[in-house]
């Protein structure tokens, strides 16, 4: 398995709340995706990152925030976490977009 | 608008059986096409990919994708189906005009029936 780790894996929060989520990487790849996979809707991209501290956004990203301070990690911050936002969260890494993707475990996020 | 499609939600499949999961796809430019497979619980993991050349693609588990150009598809083959390839198989294509993104199909859940 690509080095990819997610923390935490599974986390509760309530309405209002903040929440980090961290991915971390071993294989020094450029880019770096936030997903939320959901029923009916497959993977929809969130946040993506092509170097450090250099982010774009997707198609859901709406009450997102993201960060890139090194390579390794990149957090996705959910400023008040509304109920909407639970999901199931993953993290990806790339070579550059015509590469595969690498994914990591995921993080459950249930928001009360 | 750049998207991809996977017109069947589930597709069912006897144990031994060729299995085919299908995808279409809208996108500009030419495409960057890839599978991936999720098993319960998991993330994603890399199945194969077109980018160039020979139209049949090969991949890991002895999966196989047929591009074709002209129905804009690149359907997911296996010439036997295995129970353990009871899987969600995602279907996804790089945004042909902001080639940072990849886009993913719904899904297709996958059960191969003993």
Not at chain 2, 43 to 58: A, E, H, R, S, W
């Amino acid at each position: 398995d690509a080095g990819i780790t997610q923390s935490p894996r599974h986390k509760v929060t309530e309405t209002g709340t903040p929440v980090t989520l961290r991915c971390h990487q071993t294989e020094n790849h450029r880019y770096m995706y936030w997903y939320r996979q959901d029923p009916g809707h497959g993977l929809r991209l969130i946040h993506y990152s092509y170097g450090v501290k250099d982010t774009d956004k997707g198609e859901v990203s709406d009450g997102y925030s993201v960060s890139r301070s090194k390579t390794e990690d990149f957090l996705l911050t959910l400023e008040s976490a509304t109920s909407s936002q639970t999901s199931v969260y993953f993290c990806a890494i790339s070579r550059d977009p015509g590469n595969e993707q690498f994914f990591g475990p995921g993080t459950r996020l249930t928001v009360l | 608008a750049q998207s991809v499609a996977q017109p069947e939600d589930q597709v069912n499949v006897a144990e031994g059986n060729p299995l085919t999961v299908k995808c279409t796809y809208s996108v500009s430019g030419n495409p960057y096409l890839f599978w991936y497979v999720q098993y319960p619980n998991r993330g994603l993991q890399f199945l194969l990919k077109y980018i160039t050349g020979d139209n049949l693609v090969k991949g890991s588990y002895g999966f196989e994708a047929e591009f074709n150009k002209s129905q804009t598809s690149f359907h997911l083959k296996k010439p036997s189906a295995l129970v353990s390839d009871s899987a969600l198989y995602f279907c996804a294509v790089r945004d042909g005009t902001s080639y940072d993104k990849v886009i993913f199909g719904p899904g297709t859940s996958l059960s191969v029936i003993p």
